[in-house]
């Protein structure tokens, strides 16, 4: 009897306290909410409000200088302008031509990048006139990554206008050459690595946002033979037959779900006539995953059967690597205080956010530096790298406060 009483005590507790848990909100959603609740933070959400048509207008201006990676000279001048008038420090230009600016804290903060890229995929000279249909932009670049360019700017003059101060520094780069080398973010990377606390890539995204960006390998792999007329003594066969044999192969290969990973045989080729056995045939592979072991593993496989299906064919293997970039993962990130408090920041605006490990942005060049990091965005577009690229105008607005409760989530009132 006298043991019964504190088993039944231990019971109730062990009932009761997971319920208690999840009622009571962590101390970092706290304090995302004391600062969604500041006055002074309610005053820039309102600026936002109060200037959505030249938000609107300043982004469609923007997304009408068509800057294609390498020449994003034009944009950077015009964004610079804007730059000037906002009593920001330090603005200047990297080696890469990047447009730097700095919003210098009281002290005693953390140092946090923001970074919006310049470049476009779309050829130099393109005409770029944006039309705006039934709530939505519709232009080349709109999206990708010109509406969060908008965003950086609209938050920075909402933080002026209600005169918010933060105790770290926010640095908003503008970055070059994102859509082709990730040129612009390894320059800006390798120069301030040491002083950079957190590093949010505004990319994509909207409701939710990334915390490691997903490995991606590309090779071209030739199988090499003697060739000959389609009426010469067969074997040796076309270059082709090993081909065949080992993409039906690599096809049968099992590719994980989860991690997260694809692959993908998009080229090839072989002989440039129809009477001729192919002397070179060739193709190409997209290997994506979010977990480099089982890029490895998958790479040695793929190795495996190349090899088999050479000596079978009695032809010689040569593999060209196009790119690779390994995936960007920081052990224990998800867990990490970067990736809480941009939780709660979603949360706090109402999103439920899907919270993914495949980014494939600026972000991943922080994250290979062991820069924490996240990449997001401010606000849905569908079609981005075509020339029907659209965006929703509404969202944008509530995708802005998102970005300056992250400033100041991050940056600390
Ligand atoms: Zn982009």
Redesign the pocket.
């Known amino acids: 009897m006298s043991r019964s009483i504190p088993r039944l005590i231990l019971l109730t507790v062990l009932i009761s306290w997971p319920a208690a848990l999840a009622q009571t909100p962590s101390p970092i959603t706290e304090a995302v909410k004391e600062i969604q609740n500041n006055s002074k933070v309610k005053a820039a959400n309102e600026y936002i409000d109060r200037n959505r048509a030249g938000i609107l207008r300043e982004w469609i201006q923007i997304t009408e200088i068509n800057a294609p990676s390498g020449h994003e000279q034009e944009r950077a001048k015009y964004l610079e302008r804007l730059l000037r008038q906002s009593r920001l420090q330090n603005i200047h230009y990297d080696s890469a031509g990047n447009l730097i600016a700095v919003r210098k804290g009281t002290g005693g903060g953390r140092t946090v990048v923001f970074d919006a890229?310049l470049d476009t995929v779309f050829q130099p000279g393109l005409k770029i006139k944006a039309t705006v249909k039934e709530g939505k932009i519709y232009a080349p670049g709109v999206g990708?990554?010109t509406r969060n360019i908008e965003a950086l700017l609209a938050t920075i003059r909402a933080l002026n206008a209600a005169q918010i101060k933060t105790r770290g520094d926010l640095v908003f780069v503008f970055t070059v050459e994102?859509?082709t080398s990730f040129g612009g973010v390894k320059r800006f990377v390798e120069d301030n690595k040491s002083k950079i606390d957190y590093y949010i890539a505004l990319?994509?995204g909207y409701e939710g946002f990334t915390y490691a960006g997903i490995g991606i390998n590309w090779y071209r792999h030739h199988f090499i033979g003697p060739g000959g007329h389609t009426r010469s003594r067969t074997p040796p066969y076309s270059a082709s037959l090993p081909l065949a044999r080992a993409i039906s192969r690599i096809y049968d290969l099992k590719v994980p779900s989860n991690p997260s990973s694809n692959l993908n045989i998009g080229m090839l080729g072989g002989s440039e006539v129809v009477n001729a056995k192919a002397s070179d045939a060739w193709f190409t592979v997209d290997l994506r995953s979010t977990s480099n072991e089982v890029i490895a593993d998958l790479e040695k496989k793929i190795t495996v059967i190349l090899e088999e299906e050479a000596k079978r064919a009695n032809m010689s293997l040569k593999t060209d690597v196009i790119s690779t970039s390994p995936a960007a993962v920081i052990p224990g990130h998800r867990d990490s205080d970067l990736v809480k408090i941009s939780e709660a920041v979603h949360r706090a605006m109402g999103f439920d956010p899907p919270i993914t490990a495949t980014g494939s942005?600026n972000s991943s060049v922080a994250l290979l530096n062991g820069i924490p990091s996240i990449s997001t965005g401010a606000g849905p577009c569908d079609d981005?790298h075509a020339l029907t690229e659209n965006c929703e105008i509404e969202p944008l607005y509530q995708g802005i406060k998102k970005i300056l409760l992250l400033e100041l989530a991050l940056a600390q009132l």
Do not use: A, I, L
């Open positions: 890229h990708d990554d994102e859509e990319d994509g942005n981005s």
